[in-house]
Structures are given as structure tokens and as C-alpha cells.
């Protein structure tokens, strides 16, 4: 496993949307061998056909890069994480998801959101590396980890899982990540419709269905500026020239290929700044149209000591 530079060294990187500072709160790289798990379409050759990938999103070899980071910013006077991860000291049945120990919210604090700080918790969606900073073990026990926040997922998504036949695996990410946060009163359900819905004033929800029924992207704006959170509606830049393909946890991977190719056709040739959940660094950029379909023109951090 490969690890970031410990929280005291790092810079938090960041973007400016308008009036707001979007900081990228590093968890960990993932091992290469998530891509080929992840993306099992996204062979090899396929990478090596997009020469702009590497080297910030692929190695010469066409392996591609994955991240779990989350973003934190300041919007409508709400102070917001978009999603939390994987969490440390869980236990998972992905080797690279299992009881991690990283320095995650040392780099929060350090980006300027200590826990405690934390107004609202946007959930994309509930799998296993989205939701797993919700909780943090306190005396054996999983309790909230911004237990001063609202946390926030679409009901569509909630109710969803609540009918699911649940393998074990999924069952015990429940019991450590999602259960503790309701059971304090913390998550709220919202019925997000097709053209979206404003969670705070500049933040508006999107329903982005198909990696899960409820998934949502975000969008941000300020002062006439744009940022589009992708979630899990795009995994990799790679799906920019391939958007047919999908990840092999898409729940419905045709509604998944359709919302993905909607998203990229309102993103085309403007000046909204993407922002990828799993995107490598530099995680940004602008899409534009290449050849029949995209490809991603990164848009570098800029970086702040805040320590
Ligand atoms: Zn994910």
C-alpha cells in the first residue's frame, strides 16, 4: 500500500470556485490493482490508446491510478465534507480497504476542518470507501465521527440498501458506518428530483443513478464559477474516452453508461471544474471534446500550509 506524506509535511491542495477554497483531504493511493478490478474494461491497450492519461492517471504499463480522498470546503456558511472514505480500523474483505491507519483526519484538521467543525456530511452514495470516516472507534465502540454535523444521503439510496439482500461484507459496513450515524439522529433522507435539488445555497444534488439507484453528483457554484463532484458516476478520466465503461459494482451499469454520457455531454467544452472522487492527483480538470468522445485537460492544485 502506497502511503501519502504524513499530515505535519503535506500542503493541502486546493481550487478556487468562486468565493469558495475546495481543499482535497488525501486518504490513501490504492494499489494498482484496483483499476483492473475496478474497471475490468479498461484494459491495458484501451489506456495505452489515450496517451493523455499518463502519467498522472495511468503508468506506461496502462495501469491506472485510483485514489479515496475527500473534499472539503466552505459553502452558504455550511462547513462540508463530501464523502469520507475508507475509514480506519474497519474490517473489510478488500485487503486494500482492511483496518487502514492513516493520519485521514489530521490532514482534515490540518486543511482547516477539524471534526468537531463539521456542519453537513454529503453522502454520494453508501458503499464501503464513501462512508467509512462517518464513524471512528471510541472505547470498542463506533460512534460518529463529526457529531456536530448533519450528515446527508438521497432516501432513494437508503431505502434501496434497506431492501437488499445484504452479503456479510456489506451487512458489517452497515453495522460499523452507516447504522451508528442514524441510530444518533444524525442522517437526514432527501427525495432529490431529476433536475436536482439545492442542499445548501451554491450546492445543488444530482441524481446521477446506475453505480447505485440513489447516487449523487454535486455541483458548486460561486460568484458565476462551477465545480462538478463526480462521486462514483465516473470512476477514472479513462471513462471520459470510453464512458461505455463501467465498474463491475455498477448496480445497473446500462442506467450507469447513460448517466455518465449525460453528465460528460452537459460538461463538454465549458468551464466547469470537475472534481473526481477517485481521480489521481491533480484530481481536476476541465472536459473537452476529443475525437467521438472526451478527455479530461487537468487543472492543477494550488496549495496552502495551514499549519
Ligand atoms: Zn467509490
Redesign the pocket.
Given at each position: 500500500m502506497s502511503t501519502a506524506p504524513s499530515a505535519d509535511q503535506a500542503a493541502v491542495p486546493y481550487w478556487t470556485v468562486g468565493d469558495v477554497r475546495v481543499h482535497r483531504v488525501d486518504e490513501v493511493a490504492l494499489p494498482a490493482a484496483t483499476g483492473s478490478w475496478?474497471l475490468p474494461d479498461a484494459t491495458p491497450d484501451l489506456v495505452a490508446g489515450q496517451p493523455w492519461l499518463r502519467p498522472h492517471f495511468a503508468d506506461d504499463e496502462g495501469t491506472l491510478r485510483i485514489d479515496?480522498h475527500t473534499f472539503a470546503f466552505t459553502v452558504g456558511g455550511s462547513r462540508i465534507l463530501v464523502?469520507t472514505g475508507i475509514g480506519n480500523g474497519k474490517e473489510r474483505a478488500n485487503p486494500a480497504w482492511h483496518d487502514l491507519r492513516t493520519d485521514f483526519l489530521q490532514r482534515l484538521t490540518a486543511a482547516g476542518f477539524p471534526p468537531d467543525s463539521v456542519d453537513l456530511v454529503i453522502l454520494t452514495?453508501l458503499?464501503a470507501?464513501?462512508v467509512g470516516w462517518n464513524t471512528r472507534r471510541e472505547n470498542g465502540k463506533w460512534v460518529p465521527t463529526f457529531r456536530n454535523a448533519r450528515y446527508l444521503t438521497s432516501r432513494t439510496e437508503r431505502e434501496f440498501w434497506a431492501g437488499y439482500d445484504m452479503e456479510e461484507a456489506r451487512r458489517q459496513m452497515f453495522r460499523d458506518s452507516v447504522f451508528p450515524v442514524e441510530e444518533a439522529g444524525l442522517l437526514d433522507l432527501v427525495d432529490v428530483p431529476a433536475e436536482g435539488l439545492e442542499a445548501v445555497p451554491g450546492l445543488r444534488l444530482l441524481p446521477t443513478p446506475g453505480?447505485t439507484p440513489g447516487h449523487l453528483a454535486l455541483e458548486l457554484t460561486s460568484r458565476g464559477r462551477t465545480a462538478l463532484i463526480t462521486?462514483?458516476c465516473i470512476?477514472h478520466p479513462v471513462q471520459l474516452a470510453h464512458p461505455a465503461v463501467g465498474?463491475c459494482?455498477d448496480i445497473d451499469p446500462e442506467r450507469s453508461e447513460a448517466s455518465r454520457r449525460e453528465l460528460l455531454g452537459s460538461l463538454a467544452d465549458t468551464d466547469t471544474l470537475v472534481l473526481g472522487?477517485?481521480f489521481a492527483p491533480p484530481t481536476a480538470g476541465r472536459v473537452v471534446t476529443h475525437e467521438d468522445t472526451y478527455r479530461l485537460l487537468p487543472v492543477p492544485a494550488g496549495t496552502a500550509r495551514l499549519r
Open positions: 475496478l479515496s464523502d452514495h458503499h470507501d464513501h453505480h462521486g462514483d470512476h465498474a459494482v472522487t477517485h
